[in-house]
């Protein structure tokens, strides 16, 4: 079956101007994340959604991050006035249900984004 | 809390040799743990996942681990090393009801022929 699709792969943009990144998770999936992959920090929780919520939004790293999930499978991250230091891999992933440790997370290619 | 710690950032092997993979873990609940592994310019895949069954784990590929609770350990090992097996791997930790994953800071598997 499909796995996490994430689009765009490739996002170059210019400082100041918001992006908008998009993951479409696995078919039936409840849960969602969304994770950051950078040279310095390693890989990142962002935020997570159960079903269209998000219980937990405690790794965006500011206000400019925000996220939504509708219809309980397409998510949209948004990064407003991005700066170069939000250039990084942003991975998306999903998993059947998300109330325990031991569920696996499949993830995305995903988008690799560079702010200029 | 959780953390985990990938010993080696580098490992270089010849094609035909054993692979090991070294990871150490910390986690205030019985975690579950897990190896992905990241192809350039691709996504995490799951190579093999341990959730309280058995110790010794298979995965995909010819992988295999063994957890170690004694030693908070959960090493990464292939008898037997392939070109393809080229790649990044990640150690992962997640405990408790908490979906969050603990990423290792990755470890690069460069296979030599």
């Known amino acids: 079956g499909a796995g996490v699709s994430q689009s765009p792969s490739n996002k170059v943009t210019e400082k100041g101007k918001d992006v908008e990144l998009r993951c479409d998770p696995i078919?039936?999936?409840?849960?969602l994340y969304w994770y950051r992959q950078s040279l310095g920090q390693g890989l990142e929780f962002l935020i997570y959604?159960?079903?269209?919520?998000?219980?937990?939004k405690s790794g965006l790293p500011s206000d400019r991050f925000s996220a939504e999930r509708t219809g309980g499978s397409v998510s949209t991250l948004t990064i407003q006035r991005t700066q170069q230091e939000d250039s990084a891999v942003y991975l998306c992933?999903?998993?059947?249900?998300?109330?325990?440790?031991?569920?696996?997370?499949?993830f995305g290619p995903g988008t690799r984004l560079l702010v200029l | 809390a959780q953390s985990v710690t990938q010993l080696d950032s580098h490992v270089s092997v010849s094609e035909g040799t054993p692979v090991l993979l070294r990871c150490n873990y910390s986690?205030?609940?019985?975690?579950?743990l897990f190896w992905y592994v990241q192809h350039p310019n691709k996504g995490l895949q799951l190579l093999l996942k341990?959730?309280?069954?058995?110790?010794l784990v298979k995965g995909i590929n010819g992988f295999e681990a063994e957890f170690k609770k004694s030693e908070t350990s959960f090493h990464l090992t292939k008898p037997s090393a392939h070109m393809s097996d080229a790649a990044e791997y990640f150690c992962?930790?997640?405990?408790?009801?908490?979906?969050?994953?603990?990423f290792g800071k990755g470890t690069l598997l460069t296979v030599n022929p």
């Open positions: 992933a999903s998993s059947l249900v998300p109330t325990s440790g031991q569920e696996t997370q499949y």
């Open positions: 078919s039936g999936h409840t849960a």
């Open positions: 959604f159960q079903g269209n919520s998000a219980p937990d």
């Open positions: 986690s205030s609940y019985s975690p579950s």
């Open positions: 341990y959730t309280s069954a058995a110790t």
């Open positions: 992962v930790v997640s405990g408790g009801s908490n979906y969050k994953l603990t």
